[in-house]
């Protein structure tokens, strides 16, 4: 009797299996209907450079002209710095910017500016737009422009 169920058991699971395998079949049968990337047929375009016109060309060199000479920051020495940095007022009189600049360069054993030296760093600073002069009692008074209280901030 055993060997009987045991056979109807076998009977019945390999029934089951070949009913799930269909039922599988048929789910996967109803799966293939076309994607949408089967559909579509992708075709190859060709690209070319966009060409720069003269007037843009133009355009874009005077911009860059425009844009070096209005900020030159990177262009300071490191002697121009140091002078510029050493404004602690927006007007000083060339005295007391020697004063000021060589206090700091005496204590660390750098040769101090003499006034020719500090003359032409101040020239090279007023020619960039960072100071303006003006002659007050036979004095040159160095004033820091916009443009330099804007580079020390």
């Known amino acids: 009797m055993e060997n009987k169920n045991e056979r109807d058991k076998v009977k019945k699971d390999s029934a089951d299996?070949?009913?799930?395998?269909?039922?599988?079949?048929?789910?996967?049968?109803?799966?293939?209907?076309?994607?949408?990337?089967?559909?579509?047929?992708?075709?190859?375009?060709?690209v070319k450079k966009q060409?720069?016109?003269p007037q843009t060309q133009n355009l874009?060199?005077?911009?860059?002209?425009?844009?070096?000479?209005h900020d030159q920051f990177e262009r300071?020495?490191?002697?121009?710095?140091?002078?510029?940095?050493?404004?602690?007022?927006?007007?000083?009189?060339?005295?007391?910017i020697a004063i000021i600049v060589n206090q700091s360069r005496i204590p660390l054993g750098i040769e101090p500016f003499?006034?020719?030296?500090?003359?032409?760093?101040?020239?090279s600073l007023v020619s960039k737009g960072y100071l303006e002069v003006e002659l007050v009692e036979g004095k040159d008074v160095y004033i820091l422009t916009e443009r330099g209280v804007y580079r020390l901030q």
């Open 17 to 46: 299996k070949e009913k799930i395998r269909d039922y599988i079949e048929q789910m996967a049968q109803s799966k293939k209907t076309p994607v949408a990337k089967d559909l579509v047929q992708l075709k190859h375009v060709e």
């Open 51 to 53: 060409e720069i016109s």
């Open 60 to 69: 874009a060199n005077t911009l860059r002209e425009q844009y070096l000479e």
């Open 76 to 96: 300071l020495t490191n002697d121009e710095l140091t002078v510029l940095e050493s404004f602690t007022n927006k007007r000083m009189f060339l005295t007391r």
């Open 114 to 123: 003499n006034k020719a030296d500090l003359e032409k760093i101040l020239d």
